[in-house]
């Protein structure tokens, strides 16, 4: 599941004319050009990659089905969604946690611009630390962990799904997070 907070942010773009619905579609659509540019990223580097989305542009992308994503993974294709649940209101985050739990993952990696969970905004507050590990209470009842809705986090933990939280633009990050070693913050 992309993101497309680099574009537009749904609940952001909400008021002065704009509607909540529609503020959230065009986030959804932000989504649809991060997954486009990434998998041609991919594709462009002999990574066989597929964008699929949740919502309807069939002359941009795939539609998503369960059983599209789990062909194309099992042909070895990196499968790349976009648009989000395909509804207002619910985060890529939430979806995420959603496409893992339907996907049988093992962990949700999310890739960000932070190197993990701090124990307070380290953009705000010069001294703040990084926290290795993390329980699920802790993420969802701790108001300064904000890496992630509440939402997600919740479903993650009613779940027992993992959470990675690591820097995507670091080197070798992705890869090592989808090879299962340490990097950021695990919640769990």
Request: hydrophobic share 45%; glycine share 10%; with cysteine.
């Amino acid at each position: 599941m992309v993101g497309g907070g680099n574009y537009a942010r749904g609940a952001q773009l909400a008021g002065h004319g704009i509607g909540r619905v529609t503020a959230d579609n065009i986030g959804m659509l932000a989504t649809m050009m991060n997954a486009l540019a990434l998998a041609d990223v991919f594709n462009n580097v002999a990574v066989s990659a597929r964008a699929l989305t949740n919502i309807k542009a069939d002359q941009v992308a795939d539609q998503f089905t369960h059983r599209r994503a789990i062909s194309d993974l099992g042909k070895g294709h990196v499968v790349i969604v976009a648009g989000g649940i395909g509804r207002p209101y619910l985060t890529t985050d939430t979806a995420a946690v959603s496409l893992a739990l339907e996907l049988d993952c093992d962990a949700v990696l999310k890739a960000t611009k932070v190197d993990g969970v701090y124990d307070h905004d380290p953009e705000q507050f010069p001294d703040a630390r990084k926290v290795e590990q993390m329980s699920f209470d802790e993420a969802v009842s701790n108001g300064a962990v904000r890496v992630m809705d509440k939402a997600a986090l919740g479903l993650a933990m009613e779940h027992h799904l993992p959470i990675i939280v690591f820097n995507a633009l670091a080197e070798h990050n992705i890869a090592s997070a989808a090879a299962g070693n340490s990097v950021g913050t695990k919640i769990s």
